[in-house]
């Protein structure tokens, strides 16, 4: 997307620039809430209250989740002891679940309709608490780690959904109040399971089948929640308020569901998230370490009483859902602010969670006030982390940011039962937890540096996703200066083959309905600099964009839906299908309209009568003439906004070449801007209208063709690769002296 500037850079007096910019990047952060005013209204005077009962429907579905999962980890012990299982058989039951909801559930929560969601949320939360319910129906370990393996999957694809509402369920001004109360519905399902495990250890001693069952009853109770959910288009509001704020058209890029690997690449290539990651682990760290394996390894050593380490999760969910309740409209404020006030929220959580952790382990019996430290610094760390991060990405992006994310607290929480379960296996006595717990709070001394990194890149992170970064103002300022978009740009472009840098910093731009050729000597990055312009590569740095739209990290396939095609030279024929099978496959690129494909080949068949008449012959069988005419019809029938041809006239005859470019040329005259890269200066010259040279990965020279047709010592220096070091001999400033080179 891009915003309305003004036409021509003397609408606006240079003085005005920096205002300008300046009241163009408030609107776009006040549209997401990022207003600076800091008066909080009461919670039913700000949200709707459409939005207020997904907010409770999502609390009910967290708390449904976490109710038997927590009775489940507090019973362990005696539903190993009951079932003749070994309590390592049942802990390692619950990690595979876990494992399973990270690998299998996150990646497949992406691929749920954008509007279905509340229907998938139904499902996957209702069906969870069901298998809750008949976990212990069956006194078998098949069955029982059938049913724990099946929640671990249906968590894994239902909380990316659940989280990902939670952001879109009200106006961004309210996010932080309705995101804490939905983490709250997690602290209320903790608390519940374990008063259900005391219940069945401590209280009326109902044992631990009858507690799975009292918890699974509950947890359905609670998944019925779910039924208050309404479908909201994702992104919310926010979209709408973005477009309307900055004079915006509707995005062609937004309406493109990303595949999960592109999604992947595009959410991990942001800073703040690379940052982010690192500290959900921190905080998967601190809620494996304080929820699980104190209170279970503690109980196993006798230094808590029969029960007491139910009532002390109990204790700490509930004073921490309390501290939640009471921070959430500070935590407004912080948004309100700047998303740097809200970052640095994430390492104070995390610095109470690990006092939490090392004050557990200095201070025993008595685990209670350390825990729920530990647990309310968590919490907060979490909420702010999870606007942080969500607030940075576009909101196609978000389901698959949360499943990585949630892939990574698993992997904290996992790492954290090993190393402190063995350090306190190895070490033993009555210094085990002191020392495990101070080697757990660690990883905090780590975390500390790499939060300073996400505070400062939160800021211009979320300025590049609203489009009011440095380089979108000055892609806008260029096209407000020349009046048009181009229809392929690139700027900045890096690019390596693993330590090998090929391309740097390459910048360059077609027009609409222009010709341009990329030429120079072999092996100076023109082919490459293709496959990044196509997708087929992701660069390091810099950004492309099609007709104006940022696909930096849109992969090759909708690119070519967005208007790109590419024709490799010698390779855009499939020999094994006839002509007609292969512009067929040609057509199914774009879909399956089948009347639009035969009208295209058609069409094909009259600009190229040769290929018509070996309509029935194999690809493979073509002349390399025929095959070039072959490939080149794509664009008759793919209709694209540019077409990128590689070496096309390459081992081909003069007079095969000469039928080619008038060819070209015919496609060009259709509407479609070409760029080519030839190893022949003179013909490539002779069909376009611009030109680039590179040499060594760079872009050393831009000119205009007929000018550098005219000039032929310039030109056999570019070709050969002559590009002096000093300004006196270098043939661009010869070029524009008027010199000879």
Same mark, same amino acid.
């Given at each position: 997307?891009?915003?309305?500037l003004?036409?021509?850079?003397t609408?606006?007096?240079v003085?005005?620039?920096?205002?300008l910019e300046?009241?163009?990047?408030?609107?776009a952060?006040?549209?997401?809430?990022?207003?600076?005013?800091?008066?909080i209204p009461?919670w039913?005077?700000?949200?709707?209250s459409?939005a207020?009962r997904?907010?409770?429907?999502?609390?009910?579905?967290?708390?449904?989740?976490a109710?038997?999962l927590?009775t489940?980890l507090?019973?362990?012990?005696?539903?190993?002891?009951?079932?003749n299982w070994?309590?390592?058989?049942?802990?390692g039951?619950?990690?595979a679940a876990a494992?399973?909801?990270g690998?299998v559930?996150?990646?497949?929560?992406?691929?749920v309709?954008?509007n279905?969601?509340?229907?998938?949320?139904?499902i996957f939360a209702?069906?969870?608490?069901?298998?809750?319910l008949?976990?212990?129906?069956?006194p078998a370990?098949?069955?029982?780690?059938?049913?724990?393996?099946?929640?671990?999957?249906?968590f894994g694809?239902g909380?990316?959904?659940?989280?990902?509402?939670?952001?879109?369920?009200?106006?961004?001004?309210?996010r932080?109040?309705?995101?804490a109360r939905?983490?709250?519905?997690t602290?209320i399902?903790?608390a519940?399971?374990?008063?259900?495990a005391w219940?069945?250890?401590?209280?009326?001693?109902i044992?631990?089948?009858?507690?799975?069952l009292?918890?699974?009853?509950?947890?359905?109770?609670?998944?019925?929640g779910?039924?208050?959910?309404?479908?909201?288009?994702?992104?919310g509001?926010?979209?709408?308020?973005?477009?309307r704020?900055?004079?915006?058209?509707?995005?062609?890029?937004?309406g493109?569901?990303?595949?999960?690997s592109?999604?992947?690449?595009?959410v991990r290539s942001?800073?703040t998230?690379k940052?982010?990651?690192?500290s959900?682990?921190?905080i998967?760290?601190?809620?494996?370490?304080?929820?699980i394996?104190?209170?279970?390894?503690l109980?196993?050593?006798?230094?808590?009483?029969?029960?007491t380490?139910?009532?002390?999760?109990?204790?700490?969910?509930a004073?921490?859902?309390?501290?939640?309740?009471?921070?959430?409209?500070?935590?407004e404020?912080?948004?309100r602010?700047?998303?740097?006030?809200?970052?640095?929220?994430?390492?104070?959580?995390?610095?109470?969670?690990?006092?939490?952790?090392?004050l557990i382990?200095?201070v025993?019996?008595?685990i209670s006030?350390?825990?729920?430290?530990?647990?309310i610094?968590?919490?907060?760390?979490?909420?702010?982390?999870?606007?942080t991060?969500?607030?940075v990405?576009?909101p196609e992006?978000?389901?698959?940011a949360?499943?990585?994310s949630?892939f990574s607290?698993?992997?904290?929480?996992?790492?954290a039962l090993?190393?402190?379960?063995?350090?306190s296996?190895?070490?033993g006595?009555?210094?085990?937890?002191?020392?495990?717990?101070?080697?757990a709070?660690l990883?905090?001394?780590?975390?500390w540096?790499r939060?300073k990194?996400?505070?400062?890149?939160?800021?211009?992170?979320l300025?590049?996703?609203?489009?009011?970064?440095?380089?979108?103002q000055?892609?806008?300022e260029?096209?407000a200066?020349?009046?048009?978009?181009?229809?392929l740009s690139?700027?900045?472009?890096?690019?390596?083959y693993?330590?090998?840098?090929?391309l740097? &910093?390459?910048s360059?731009? +077609? @027009?609409e309905?222009?010709? !341009? #050729? =990329?030429?120079g000597?072999?092996? $100076? %990055?023109?082919?490459t600099?293709?496959?990044v312009?196509?997708?087929?590569?992701?660069?390091?740095a810099?950004v492309?964009?099609?007709?104006g &739209?940022?696909?930096?990290? +849109? @992969?090759a396939s909708?690119? !070519? #839906? =967005?208007g790109?095609?590419?024709? $490799? %030279?010698?390779n855009?024929?499939?020999?094994?299908?006839t002509v007609?099978?292969?512009?067929?496959m040609?057509?199914?690129?774009?879909?399956? &309209?089948r009347?639009?494909?035969?009208?295209?080949?058609?069409?094909?068949?009259q600009?190229?009568?040769?290929?018509?008449d070996?309509r029935n012959?194999?690809?493979?069988?073509?002349?390399?003439?025929?095959?070039q005419m072959?490939?080149?019809?794509?664009?008759l029938i793919?209709?694209?906004k540019?077409?990128?041809?590689?070496e096309f006239s390459l081992?081909?005859?003069p007079i095969?070449?000469?039928?080619?470019?008038?060819?070209?040329r015919?496609?060009?005259?259709?509407?479609?801007a070409?760029?080519?890269?030839?190893?022949?200066?003179?013909v490539?010259l002779?069909?376009?209208?611009?030109c680039y040279?590179?040499?060594?990965g760079?872009?050393?020279?831009?000119?205009?063709a007929?000018?550098?047709?005219a000039q032929?010592e310039?030109?056999q220096?570019?070709?050969?690769?002559?590009?002096p070091?000093t300004?006196?001999s270098?043939?661009v400033?010869?070029?524009?002296s008027?010199?000879?080179a």
């Amino acid at each position: 997307m891009s915003r309305s500037l003004p036409t021509s850079p003397t609408d606006v007096g240079v003085e005005e620039i920096p205002t300008l910019e300046a009241s163009v990047r408030d609107a776009a952060r006040t549209a997401v809430g990022i207003s600076g005013d800091i008066t909080i209204p009461k919670w039913k005077v700000a949200v709707p209250s459409s939005a207020r009962r997904r907010v409770l429907g999502l609390s009910l579905v967290n708390a449904s989740v976490a109710l038997p999962l927590t009775t489940l980890l507090l019973l362990s012990p005696e539903i190993a002891r009951d079932n003749n299982w070994t309590t390592t058989t049942v802990g390692g039951t619950i990690i595979a679940a876990a494992i399973l909801a990270g690998l299998v559930g996150a990646p497949l929560s992406d691929r749920v309709p954008f509007n279905r969601r509340t229907a998938a949320s139904v499902i996957f939360a209702v069906n969870s608490a069901v298998f809750a319910l008949l976990m212990n129906l069956i006194p078998a370990f098949g069955w029982f780690l059938l049913v724990a393996l099946a929640r671990g999957v249906l968590f894994g694809l239902g909380a990316p959904i659940w989280r990902t509402l939670a952001f879109d369920s009200t106006v961004p001004e309210a996010r932080a109040r309705a995101i804490a109360r939905t983490h709250m519905g997690t602290l209320i399902g903790s608390a519940l399971g374990g008063a259900c495990a005391w219940i069945a250890i401590a209280g009326i001693d109902i044992g631990a089948g009858q507690a799975l069952l009292l918890s699974g009853i509950l947890a359905v109770v609670l998944s019925l929640g779910s039924l208050l959910l309404t479908e909201t288009k994702i992104g919310g509001a926010e979209p709408d308020r973005l477009r309307r704020a900055m004079g915006q058209v509707d995005d062609p890029v937004a309406g493109l569901r990303p595949s999960w690997s592109e999604s992947t690449l595009r959410v991990r290539s942001i800073p703040t998230v690379k940052f982010a990651l690192t500290s959900y682990v921190a905080i998967g760290w601190c809620a494996g370490a304080a929820l699980i394996v104190p209170v279970i390894r503690l109980a196993q050593a006798r230094e808590l009483k029969e029960g007491t380490a139910a009532l002390v999760i109990t204790i700490a969910s509930a004073v921490a859902f309390l501290t939640l309740y009471l921070v959430a409209r500070g935590l407004e404020k912080s948004v309100r602010r700047s998303p740097e006030a809200l970052a640095a929220v994430i390492p104070l959580g995390l610095i109470i969670g690990f006092a939490g952790l090392l004050l557990i382990g200095l201070v025993r019996p008595v685990i209670s006030p350390q825990l729920a430290l530990a647990t309310i610094g968590g919490f907060l760390a979490w909420v702010a982390l999870d606007i942080t991060m969500l607030s940075v990405i576009q909101p196609e992006d978000r389901p698959t940011a949360v499943g990585i994310s949630l892939f990574s607290a698993i992997g904290g929480s996992l790492l954290a039962l090993l190393v402190i379960s063995a350090l306190s296996s190895l070490i033993g006595g009555s210094a085990a937890y002191a020392v495990a717990f101070a080697v757990a709070s660690l990883p905090m001394i780590l975390f500390w540096r790499r939060s300073k990194k996400l505070i400062r890149a939160v800021g211009p992170d979320l300025d590049a996703r609203l489009g009011v970064d440095d380089e979108t103002q000055d892609f806008d300022e260029a096209v407000a200066e020349s009046g048009a978009v181009p229809v392929l740009s690139a700027r900045n472009i890096d690019f390596a083959y693993g330590s090998v840098q090929v391309l740097f &910093d390459v910048s360059m731009r +077609i @027009n609409e309905g222009e010709m !341009v #050729a =990329l030429l120079g000597p072999n092996g $100076v %990055g023109k082919t490459t600099l293709l496959r990044v312009l196509s997708g087929l590569e992701s660069p390091q740095a810099g950004v492309i964009r099609l007709a104006g &739209d940022n696909v930096t990290d +849109i @992969n090759a396939s909708k690119r !070519v #839906a =967005l208007g790109l095609s590419q024709i $490799v %030279g010698g390779n855009a024929v499939f020999g094994s299908m006839t002509v007609y099978e292969n512009l067929m496959m040609y057509g199914f690129s774009l879909g399956r &309209d089948r009347a639009s494909i035969k009208e295209g080949i058609e069409e094909a068949f009259q600009v190229f009568p040769k290929i018509a008449d070996r309509r029935n012959q194999l690809g493979s069988t073509l002349s390399g003439g025929e095959q070039q005419m072959l490939g080149l019809s794509k664009a008759l029938i793919t209709k694209p906004k540019i077409l990128v041809v590689d070496e096309f006239s390459l081992g081909l005859a003069p007079i095969v070449v000469g039928e080619l470019l008038e060819m070209v040329r015919q496609l060009n005259a259709r509407g479609t801007a070409i760029l080519v890269v030839e190893q022949s200066v003179n013909v490539a010259l002779n069909l376009v209208d611009r030109c680039y040279f590179m040499e060594k990965g760079e872009i050393v020279y831009e000119g205009n063709a007929k000018d550098l047709l005219a000039q032929p010592e310039l030109v056999q220096a570019l070709s050969l690769g002559g590009h002096p070091n000093t300004a006196e001999s270098d043939p661009v400033t010869l070029a524009k002296s008027g010199s000879p080179a």
